[in-house]
């Protein structure tokens, strides 16, 4: 099994910031890509940035330009900073990876429980 642990989400003003963190551990002897996606009250889950094991990024165009994404392939974390956050911002944000466990015949993809985050005043 894989796991994936989200920290970092809370209560922010607008304008403010927030680092979300995702750290995977379990049975893993790769990981492809890992992202972030998000999931608002009443809408459905979105992406907000993906990034490669080659390092390439993939950004929502919502996100360009305010969050980064970083990662560490030898710690299996991934990081969202998150600039400028707007009230639209506020969602359930989740960890995603595409795994490959050893022994298996195919890549698979895990969400992490989601971390909720909140831009209010």
């Known amino acids: 099994q894989v796991q994936l642990a989200e920290s970092g989400g809370g209560l922010v003003q607008p304008g403010g910031s927030l680092r979300l963190s995702c750290s995977a551990s379990g049975n893993i002897f790769s990981i492809n890509t890992m992202g972030w996606y998000r999931q608002a009250p009443g809408k459905q889950r979105e992406l907000v940035a993906t990034?490669?094991?080659?390092?390439?990024?993939n950004y929502a165009e919502s996100a360009k330009g305010r969050f980064t994404i970083s990662r560490d392939r030898r710690k299996k974390w991934v990081d969202l900073q998150m600039n400028s956050l707007k009230p639209e911002d506020t969602a359930v944000y989740y960890c995603?990876?595409?795994?490959?466990?050893?022994?298996?015949?195919?890549?698979?993809?895990?969400w992490g429980q989601g971390t909720p985050v909140t831009v209010s005043s």
């Open positions: 995603n990876a595409n795994v490959y466990a050893p022994g298996s015949k195919s890549w698979s993809t895990y």
């Open positions: 990034i490669t094991s080659g390092s390439t990024t």
